[in-house]
């Protein structure tokens, strides 16, 4: 349970990062604020000295704006329903014309902003723009992100999810297998020959210390498009398709493919992690395997060649197309890609600028070829140069964005573990995760 729980936290931070604030408004004209300078509003979803630190150096850049960003929460935790009133408050404002002039965005209804108008289109700005390096920016990662075409949504960095293999344990029983194509059944397949390859030595397992519903929403994950049609704003997973993955998942536990216990040292082939920095790269590979080997996740149904890890973006910005103030609020987006900005401390995840992530690998393989860098358990950490080449590859080319809705998930995510608890069928579990998500859809 408490990877489930890791997840969810996880998908909060990935997806729940969400827009708008409720106090805030904007009128037909520009407002200036006592000294003369013109008034820039920004909604944030929380309070951080992030923001403060943004909010000094954009001032500095340009006196002559006054930036004034506004807070949904200011520090304390999100309860029970606060989304939902948050993103309530932000339809609000947006029906009504009264949004801040840039929000910060996610977990809201983009598609249907965007075909109700209520989202400026960024992408001739991008395009136009003279102070960014478009070469240097990863714009595989922003043409994921477009709608129809266009682009309404900046967001300010992401993060990778990636298989983790035993490389020498794979290495060793010499079996072939592509991960740029396979699916979960070849997953399934290599992993019933890896441990009859191994059979005589204490059990092994393909993945460990892996509740069912982890693996559940991780493949539901990689199925979602099948299942939800958001323009549509239909889903089908009382499917027998839907059904299926429930079984596919149970079986693979029945089989002790992959088990919920945790596994002695040795007897785990892959793990699956997310990857935030270039120190994720190694503490967590490197604390579990002697030689790891990065892979990419097993995807679904049909195989086919993918476009590198799975990419999820991380504090969306937009700007309400209603704004006065279009201008300043583009020199506020362009600044968040600035390098000044991309190479902030406290900003998460990847840099969306190349030549940043390019510079902090580096600087990374520096600490541990000069033996500075050591692992949480407090030893050295031994990485061979070429990995760190691999690294760079992984973050650059990385373009597999998955459109899906956190809230979507996390109701699979609840009612599934009534089937994995044996307390329902899949059939009715199905059922039932249909129901809410299909009134969550229409809401």
Known sequence: MKKWLLLLSIGAIITSLTACSSGGSSTADKVTSKDGKTVLTLSVTQSSPFYQTVEKKFEEKYPDIDLQIKAYRTGEQWGSGEYEKYRNSMNTAMLSGKSMDIIEVDELPLKEYVSKGFLLDMNELLNKEQTLDKDDLQMNILDGLKLNDGIYTIPMGYMLRVFVGDGEMLGNVNIKFDDKTWNWKEFEKVSKEVIQKKSGTDELYALASYPPELLFQEMLVENYAAFVDTSAKKATFDSPEFVN??????????????????????????????????????????????????LQSPQAGETGDRKGSRVSTMKHFAIHAKSPVKDEAWKFISFLLSKEVQMLQDREGFSM??????K??????EKVKNGEYKLSNGEMAKVPDEQFTVFKQIVT??????????????????????????????EEVAKLIQNRVTTYLNE
């Open 245 to 294: 993955l429930f079984e596919q998942v149970k079986q693979m536990y029945t089989e002790k493919i992959v088990t919920s216990e945790e596994a002695k040292p040795g007897n785990q082939m892959f793990n699956s992690t997310s990857i935030k920095s270039p120190s994720d790269f190694i503490e967590g590979p490197y604390m579990l395997f002697d030689q790891p080997k990065l």
């Open 397 to 426: 080319s990385s373009a597999q964005y998955v459109d899906l809705d956190i809230k979507v998930l996390s109701i699979a995510g609840e009612e599934s573990l009534a089937f994995f608890g044996g307390q329902k069928t899949a």
């Open 360 to 365: 902090k690998i580096d600087e990374l393989q």
């Open 353 to 358: 600028l190349k030549s940043v992530n390019e």
